[in-house]
């Protein structure tokens, strides 16, 4: 399964050789450039234009080709620039396979927003009405089309770090995540991803608790730690499989991120999408112990995308804390709006929802801070 992404990026999801006791499936992040594409586009020109000269050079007259009588190009389904159907060298559109277009070209034609409410001690709050809200899209004010607070399904993604450090910490992080699956809706559909150097979607997506808690305790504590890739992939996932709008990803860790091919500014802007996934953070970092920028990241991951980043000191708190997370995750407001601003191009949008209480006091709104209106993959 492929997707589309930024600055030249393609993640999906592949197979990966089996290695020994190990059932699941890698999840790998592939880089290809433009020039790829433009390879592919002047090879299939040149060999359009060489059969044209050939069939001219025996004197056979042309024939109109029909949609009945074209072949589909005998290429490769892994291949990254192929298209599945056979493409007029005069063409200048492209591809038809949304799977397989560089530029993310779909408009946004309306903006949904999962948004949880506090007030200044934190409390949650979970009974405003509509008039509560104004939303503000790059300081303009939208209109808004939609708005609810209902349990529904979600997706959710458990991403679960396997160095070694985790090995004394995975039980209790276990039953942290499998409680949080307990609390949530019997709908819901989770998928596990254990991740070191390498990372591997051991359980896809299920509501079978037993199926989750075998994933979980795929334990292989060894290798470096790529952090960002096996986010931006899990988004990826996801985006691609998930039956339901609603979206969470969890991710568990206690290092940096050390072994990713991207880097935080290109794993931000792969996953500030209109339809990524709210992430949640639980990280066992110590701050005095040189990991301050550590921290910053995974905030930045967590609250740009509308969710929240925690730091518990005593891994008894991680059960409360995913119990929190389900609490946010079942009070969320759900508000949807069609934007004023135009979508053209590759365009981030900041986006800011504001709310007050019944005396005008005002609450703070955790959502997602802005999305991009297109992802252009190539570099320019």
Do not use: C
């Amino acid at each position: 399964m492929r997707m589309n992404a930024v600055d030249g990026f393609r993640a999906w999801l592949e197979p990966s050789p089996p290695a020994e006791n190990r059932q699941g499936s890698r999840l790998t992040l592939h880089v290809e450039r433009r020039n790829l594409l433009l390879v592919a586009r002047v090879a299939v020109a040149a060999a359009l234009v060489a059969g044209a000269v050939a069939q001219d050079s025996r004197s056979v007259p042309p024939v109109a080709p029909s949609a009945s009588t074209q072949q589909p190009m005998n290429v490769s389904p892994s291949a990254p620039v192929a298209s599945d159907k056979a493409q007029d060298a005069t063409s200048s559109q492209p591809p038809e396979d949304d799977a397989v277009q560089f530029v993310f070209k779909k408009k946004v034609e309306e903006v949904t927003l999962h948004a949880v409410v506090v007030d200044q001690q934190n409390n949650l709050i979970s009974s405003l009405n509509r008039d509560s809200f104004s939303v503000y899209e790059d300081g303009k004010l939208q209109t808004m089309t939609s708005f609810r607070q209902e349990n529904v399904p979600l997706a959710l993604g458990i991403l679960i770090d396997n160095s070694g450090s985790m090995r004394p910490k995975r039980h209790e992080v276990n039953e942290a995540a499998l409680n949080l699956v307990r609390s949530s809706n019997t709908q819901d559909e989770v998928f596990v991803v254990n991740f070191g150097e390498a990372y591997y979607l051991d359980q896809d997506f299920t509501d079978d608790l037993a199926k989750l808690k075998g994933a979980l305790d795929k334990v292989e504590t060894r290798g470096s730690t790529a952090l960002y890739d096996a986010i931006v992939a899990s988004a990826a996932h996801i985006r691609q499989g998930a039956r339901t709008q609603k979206r969470v990803l969890l991710v568990v860790t206690d290092g940096r991120d050390n072994a990713s091919q991207e880097s935080l500014k290109e794993a931000m802007q792969q996953l500030q999408r209109e339809d990524g996934p709210t992430i949640y953070v639980i990280a066992f970092v110590d701050e005095a112990k040189g990991a301050s920028s550590t921290i910053r990241a995974l905030q930045a991951i967590s609250l740009n995308s509308g969710g929240t980043a925690y730091f518990p000191k005593d891994l008894n708190q991680v059960d409360a804390i995913t119990k929190n997370i389900a609490n946010d995750i079942r009070n969320q407001y759900v508000i949807g709006y069609k934007s004023s601003n135009p979508k053209s191009g590759h365009v981030y949008h900041a986006i800011d929802v504001q709310a007050n209480d019944t005396s005008r006091h005002r609450l703070r709104v955790r959502t997602r801070a802005g999305y991009y209106s297109e992802l252009a993959a190539a570099s320019q």
